[in-house]
Antibody, heavy 113, light 110 residues
C-alpha cells in the first residue's frame, strides 16, 4: 500500500522557518518525481515545488523562489521542504505527492504572530 | 493566479452527467498532458485522469477526460452523491517551468 506521511507543520511567526518532511513507502520512491502542493484556506490547489528522481532538477512556483528549498533522500525514502522567510500567505495545508499520482494527507502550516 | 480556467461550479441530479471545462493556452494544455484531480478539503487529493484521458487503476469508467487544442474536459456520468467534491485540472506550463492547477470546480449533486 502506498503511503505518504507528512510532518513538521505547525505555527510559526512571520519571517520564521519550518522544515517539512514526507516519509514514503509502498512504491519505488527513487523512480518518482516528487512534489509539494499546498492549499491555502478557502483557495484552490497550488503547486509549490518539484524535484527530479535523482535531485538534479528542481522547480518552484515564483512566490517561493529564493525562500523554499525542496530536497530528497532516496536512501531514506524521504522528501523535504525547507521553508524560510515565511509569510502569512504561506499559511496552507502542504501535501507531499509522488508524480501527482500518490498523495499524502497533508500537514498544516500557519504563519501568524 | 491560475492560468487554467474552470467554471466555479456545476450541478446535476443523481444519475445524470456533468462536464467540467478547463481552458488554458499553448504553453500548458496545448502542448502538455492534462490531469484531473478530485479533492475534498482536508483529505488527500485523488488523481482521476492523467495523460489527457487515461484512468489510474481503481478509477471507474464513469470518469473520462478529453483534450482539444488548448482546452480539456472532464466528464462524470452516473453522478453519485459521493462524487460531491472540488475538481481541478492540471498541466505543466512550459513557459513558466511550473505545474499549474485550474481554478477548481465544485460539483454538487442535487
Amino acid at each position: 500500500e502506498v503511503q505518504l506521511v507528512e510532518s513538521g507543520g505547525g505555527l510559526v511567526q512571520p519571517g520564521g522557518s519550518l522544515r517539512l518532511s514526507c516519509a514514503a513507502s509502498g512504491f519505488t520512491f527513487s523512480s518518482y518525481w516528487m512534489n509539494w502542493v499546498r492549499q491555502s484556506p478557502g483557495k484552490g490547489l497550488e503547486w509549490v515545488a518539484s524535484i527530479k528522481q535523482d535531485g538534479s532538477n528542481k522547480y518552484y512556483v515564483d512566490s517561493v523562489k529564493g525562500r523554499f528549498t525542496i530536497s530528497r533522500d532516496n536512501a531514506q525514502n524521504s522528501l523535504y521542504l525547507q521553508m524560510n522567510s515565511l509569510r502569512a500567505e504561506d499559511t496552507a495545508v502542504y501535501y507531499c505527492t509522488g508524480n501527482l499520482a500518490y498523495w499524502g494527507q497533508g500537514t498544516l502550516v500557519t504563519v501568524s504572530s | 493566479q491560475s492560468v487554467l480556467t474552470q467554471p466555479p461550479s456545476v450541478s446535476a441530479a443523481p444519475g445524470q452527467k456533468v462536464t467540467i471545462s478547463c481552458s488554458g493556452s499553448s504553453s500548458n494544455i496545448g502542448n502538455n498532458y492534462v490531469s484531473w484531480y478530485q479533492h475534498l478539503p482536508g483529505t488527500a487529493p485523488k488523481l482521476l485522469i492523467y495523460d489527457n484521458n487515461k484512468r489510474p487503476s481503481g478509477i471507474p469508467d464513469r470518469f473520462s477526460g478529453s483534450k482539444s487544442g488548448t482546452s480539456a474536459t472532464l466528464g462524470i456520468t452516473g453522478l453519485q452523491t459521493g462524487d460531491e467534491a472540488d475538481f481541478y485540472c492540471g498541466a505543466w506550463d512550459s513557459s513558466l517551468s511550473a505545474y499549474v492547477f485550474g481554478t477548481g470546480t465544485k460539483v454538487t449533486v442535487l
